[in-house]
C-alpha cells in the first residue's frame, strides 16, 4: 500500500507560480509512474500531467502545456509539479497518483493509489 501526501497548494494571484510536491511512503517508489490530476467545484476530476517511471516520458494536459512541468525524484520518493502563469482557471483541488502499471498511465481508471489533495487557489 502506498501512501502519497501532497503539499504545496495555497492562495495565488494570476500569473504567479506554485509548486507541489507528492512524497510517496514506498520505497520502491521508481516502480510507480506519476501523474496529477484536478478537480474543480462541480466538475469531473480530470488528469493534468503525467510521468513515467524513468522520467523520461511525459504527459500534459492541452490546459497546462507550456505553463506545467511534472518531475520527479526517486531518491526522494517524491513527484513535483510545477505550475507557471496561473490562470483562475487552475483553480481546483490538486491530487497525486501512482500507477502500477508498467506503462506510464494517464486516465484516472488506471492509477492506484491516490492522495488527499491540496487546493490551489487563483484569484486576486
Known amino acids: 500500500q502506498v501512501q502519497l501526501v501532497e503539499s504545496g497548494g495555497g492562495l495565488v494571484q494570476p500569473g504567479g507560480s506554485l509548486r507541489l510536491s507528492c512524497a510517496a511512503s514506498e520505497r520502491t517508489f521508481s516502480r510507480y509512474s506519476m501523474g496529477w490530476f484536478r478537480q474543480a467545484p462541480g466538475k469531473e476530476r480530470e488528469s493534468v500531467a503525467a510521468?513515467?517511471?524513468?522520467?523520461?516520458?511525459?504527459y500534459y494536459a492541452d490546459s497546462v502545456k507550456g505553463r506545467f512541468i511534472i518531475s520527479r525524484e526517486n531518491a526522494k520518493n517524491t513527484v513535483y509539479l510545477q505550475m507557471n502563469s496561473l490562470k483562475p482557471e487552475d483553480t481546483a483541488v490538486y491530487y497525486c497518483?501512482?500507477?502500477?502499471?508498467?506503462?506510464?498511465?494517464?486516465?484516472?481508471?488506471?492509477?492506484?493509489?491516490w492522495g488527499q489533495g491540496t487546493q490551489v487557489t487563483v484569484s486576486s
Open positions: 510521468l513515467s517511471r524513468s522520467g523520461l516520458t511525459t
Open positions: 497518483a501512482a500507477s502500477t502499471r508498467s506503462y506510464m498511465a494517464v486516465a484516472d481508471p488506471e492509477y492506484d493509489y
